[in-house]
């Protein structure tokens, strides 16, 4: 252990995927059937690294994710967090998620969502109530504190799934497509809520999406899986300058040059999903 | 306008029903294939008749037709009269209503979550279950008065008889459907087994077990009522059989109009606790 390199130790590596593969068993009218949704896929994310999740739908993002989080169990391959092997329904006390659907506690309010977490871990509530508010704030819904999640918008709702798992001060982050039910415009505007956050604390983060541009503007490196079953096709480093301007970025050379390369290769797999 | 049209409607509807009720019996000899032989008054009364009744079961007019208030103790007096005046079989009434429903809606709620969260007990208890379920509970009820006896103990007993299934059911469903993601959500963010019960399992399906409360006190005082029936000290229901035993159709009406009183009050009630416990629900579920 003496011997570890300097810049080894500079890029910790904090998950690491070796050839991942999970099979479904689907029932269908000839029996069931194996259908393999990840194959083979292996990739490492060092720490403080943004890495996007790219594939067109049903390519077996979610199922990696899912993983990863403990929430199922792979059917082969290894999943290191931090070095070690995770265990299925043992979820990492440092690792959190954020959910494609919504997942708030319609029964409690905007900031009993919030401070759920802390609320399990027997955090004294004076102090809950200060990071609440603080969390609240941060996230621009001042004001709606005492409301019910079915009283808010979409956008509303998924800034507090955000900060619902940010509290926690989780140092992984997993999300799985959090802004795909979002309109356009809440969604570019749901991106600068999320940069700004994460330039706060650089949490290490495995961002899944099936949308490319929302990939550029967010990660450092795009991880392009294939059509199913999902392996590794491509790995993509986005180098912009940060912080970045979710709006702006978009208007730059780079981005439009990155983008249709990667346009280009993403179009593939979705011809082929399509015709699978 | 609308609004106004319809209570119009209501009220002219309801005047006209006792304006038939009151003096249609009248016109029975001379139109006897208009007015049919239930109007007659020794089966159901008329409206003066029953509120004269009223006045005198309620102690508030005494026997020489005097109000009660006028004169010195004599309310007091009157009340002391029968251990089964209107005010006392009301009270004892209500009060078996309320234990009832109490019992049985935590009782039916426990055993819904328990079932409803453990797929082998509720394989083994399935059976037992539907047996019972099929099994009109309101049949039980004189074993229940021979077994308890006739006192507060067996209406309490009939009564949460009633209204546990019933909420056994409703949150047996509610259990069962809980979120797998919101479950999935509270592990991630760091809860145990026990706190995943307390946080989110019972909260999901106390949704389920409010939406039975309503039904579930109207049970509830159909199983007090079917007790005291039977066989009681006290009560609105052994009101009604006494009553019926003298032939007294006026004393009959009295105690079934105490009982729907009694009924909407109730039920108004345990509506606004349900509208409030429930008040997270998007507003177009709650009137669902
Ligand atoms: N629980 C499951 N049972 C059977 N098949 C599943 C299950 N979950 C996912 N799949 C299949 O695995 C594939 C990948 O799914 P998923 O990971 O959700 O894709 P993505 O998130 O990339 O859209 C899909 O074809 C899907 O039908
Ligand atoms: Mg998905």
Redesign the pocket.
Known sequence: MASIPPEAAAARCRIEIDKLRKG?L?SGNEGDRE?V?VDDASFRINDGEFVALL?P????????LNMVATLIAPSGGAIKVDGAPVTFGKPERHVGYVFQKDTLFPWRTVEDNIGYALELAGVPSGERRGRVAEAIHQAGLDGFARFYPASLSGGMRQRVSLMRTLIANPEILLM?EPFGALDTHTKLDMHSVLLDLWERQRQTVLF?T?DLGEALTLADRIILLSA?P?RVKQDFRVDFARPRDAVALRETRQYAELFSRIWHSLGEEFTKSRNA | MRRIATLLWQVAIGLGALAIWEWGWALHDRLPWLVPDLLDPYFVSKPSAIFQQFLGMSCLVGRDGTWSFATDGAFAKCMGRSDNNLWIATWFTLKNTLWGFLTGVSSGFVLGLLLGRSDRLSEIFYPYITAFNSVPRIALAPIIILAFGIGDASKIVTAWLVVVFLVFFNTFEGARSVDRDHINAARLLGASEWQVTRTVIVPSTMAWLFASLSPAISFSLIGVIVGEFIGAEHGIGRMIIEAEARGEAAGMMVAVFVLMIAGVILSALVRRVQAYLLRWRPAQQLSA
């Open positions: 479904f689907a259908v949704a594939g739908s049903g390519c077996g993002k979610s199922t990696i799985d899944v099936h199913r999902g």
